[in-house]
T-cell receptor
Framework: DTEVTQTPKHLVMGMTNKKSLKCEQHMGHRAMYWYKQKAKKPPELMFV???????INESVPSRFSPECPNSSLLNLHLHALQPEDSALYLC????????????????FGPGTRLTVL | GQNIDQPTEMTATEGAIVQINCTYQ??????LFWYQQHAGEAPTFLSYNVLDGLEEKGRFSSFLSRSKGYSYLLLKELQMKDSASYLC???????????FGAGTILRVKS
């Protein structure tokens, strides 16, 4: 089973709203990721959690706040977003076995299509 | 720095073979991945290379030359459903960071 699930599939929010994106995996993976993807562009890494600790923050604005409550769950809290934040938000997970000459493939969820009005 | 180059678009005929190239210049290297992404969907894993040579997986093969900073994805017996964007991604030396190329849109025509 290589399934990563994300909810909601679609989200429309105003610039003053607070919302959260959720991601879940039950593959026993210990690394989880948030990516942002604009139309016709590749995914851009936002955050990496390794063993439930934030290990990479790619200088993401503070209006995006990640949270990893346990090894299976990853949230992305959104507050005071801008219209340019509209994009497909992808969650991914991998085993995180140290990354040395291992496959350690990242598996992606279906994404949340976010529209900020 | 990171620089990953792929052709923007390619067109091929159903049943044919197509090769999608990827060149990279990265500050660290710990493997190269190919993903397929249909419009509006998530990327799906196709192949992985960390050592030089060819990896074959059914209709898909991927090749890596680390000394040349070069990889290609070979798709055989093309089907219409292969029309998608193909993303080349390099993993950094620490293992958790993937940097993606811009992707190659492949159009398969009948």
């Amino acid at each position: 089973d290589t399934e990563v699930t994300q909810t909601p599939k679609h989200l429309v929010m105003g610039m003053t709203n607070k919302k959260s994106l959720k991601c879940e995996q039950h593959m026993g993976h210990r690394a989880m990721y948030w990516y942002k993807q604009k139309a016709k562009k590749p995914p851009e890494l936002m955050f990496v959690y390794s063993y439930e600790k934030l290990s990479i923050n790619e200088s993401v604005p503070s209006r995006f706040s990640p949270e990893c409550p346990n090894s299976s769950l990853l949230n992305l809290h959104l507050h005071a977003l801008q219209p340019e934040d509209s994009a497909l938000y992808l969650c991914a997970s991998s085993q995180d076995r140290g990354g040395l000459a291992t496959t350690d493939t990242q598996y992606f969820g279906p994404g949340t299509r976010l529209t900020v009005l | 720095g990171q620089n990953i180059d792929q052709p923007t678009e390619m067109t091929a005929t159903e049943g044919a073979i197509v090769q999608i190239n990827c060149t990279y210049q990265t500050s660290g290297f710990n493997g190269l991945f190919w993903y397929q992404q249909h419009a509006g969907e998530a990327p799906t894993f196709l192949s992985y290379n960390v050592l030089d040579g060819l990896e074959e997986k059914g209709r898909f093969s991927s090749f890596l030359s680390r000394s040349k900073g070069y990889s290609y994805l070979l798709l055989k017996e093309l089907q219409m459903k292969d029309s998608a964007s193909y993303l080349c991604a390099v993993r950094d030396q620490y293992g958790n960071k993937l940097v993606f190329g811009a992707g190659t849109i492949l159009r398969v025509k009948s």
